[in-house]
């Protein structure tokens, strides 16, 4: 098993940035593929972005697309996610997950997931 903690949310204003991490439990985080999903109230829970073993493939939403770039550190058993040019309909609780089963990869289904991270972003 592998345990996720979310961290980095805030409040921030449109147009600005911020930076989630994602650290995982245990040694074996080179093996998980990641995603970064969001909820936003009243929504059903969206796919935002994912990272491959390595790091070296990447797929994003349409709607971050060109503003949102997930990364990952295997060593550090972080994953990131830089949010710039960040809009009120960004507003969300975002959740990282886990899953060592490639096929899954990138929009699930996750096997692990963490607690969230409030982004709020204000007009």
């Known amino acids: 098993q592998v345990q996720l903690v979310e961290s980095g949310g805030g409040l921030v204003q449109a147009g600005g940035s911020l930076r989630l991490s994602c650290t995982a439990s245990?040694?074996?985080?080179?093996?998980?593929?990641m995603g970064w999903f969001r909820q936003a109230p009243g929504k059903e829970r969206q796919f935002v972005a994912a990272i491959f073993w390595n790091g070296g493939i990447s797929v994003y939403a349409d709607s971050v697309k060109g503003r949102f770039t997930i990364s990952r550190d295997n060593p550090k058993n972080t994953v990131y996610l830089q949010m710039n040019s960040l809009k009120p309909e960004d507003t969300a609780v975002y959740y990282c997950a886990a899953t060592d089963v490639p096929s899954r990869w990138p929009r699930g289904p996750y096997d692990y997931w963490g607690q969230g991270t409030q982004v709020t972003v204000s007009s």
């Open positions: 245990g040694d074996t985080f080179s093996t998980y593929v």
